[in-house]
């Protein structure tokens, strides 16, 4: 009987060191797993990054020239203003025709 019961424990440490090492070897591939998830979202995180960052750039860009055209547009409305005020009503008519005669051009 002796013989039986250390027979029955080795045969139940030898399952419980192979149940281990079966466990073991789940837990490292689903560390594997768990890792290859974490490097692509870290290398999504750092592509959405670059593309934030360019972003900004063109938005900036933009701004930029938007305040360009701003100030550009300031000054021709002062010139048009001063103009105006010194050219009297034919230069307004000749201004007005110009005008209806350039959008006549454009819609053809």
Do not use: P
């Amino acid at each position: 009987m002796s013989s039986t019961n250390s027979r029955s424990r080795r045969h139940q440490s030898t399952d419980e060191e192979a149940a281990s090492l079966l466990m073991e070897e789940k837990n490292n591939e689903l560390i594997e797993q768990l890792n290859s998830k974490v490097s692509l979202l870290k290398n999504g995180a750092l592509g959405l990054n670059k593309v934030i960052k360019a972003d900004e750039r063109q938005r900036n860009d933009i701004e930029s020239a938007m305040d360009s055209a701003s100030g550009l547009l300031g000054q021709a409305m002062g010139k048009f203003d001063a103009m105006m005020q010194t050219g009297g009503t034919k230069t307004t008519c000749y201004l007005a025709c110009f005008i209806f005669v350039v959008f006549l051009i454009f819609y053809w």
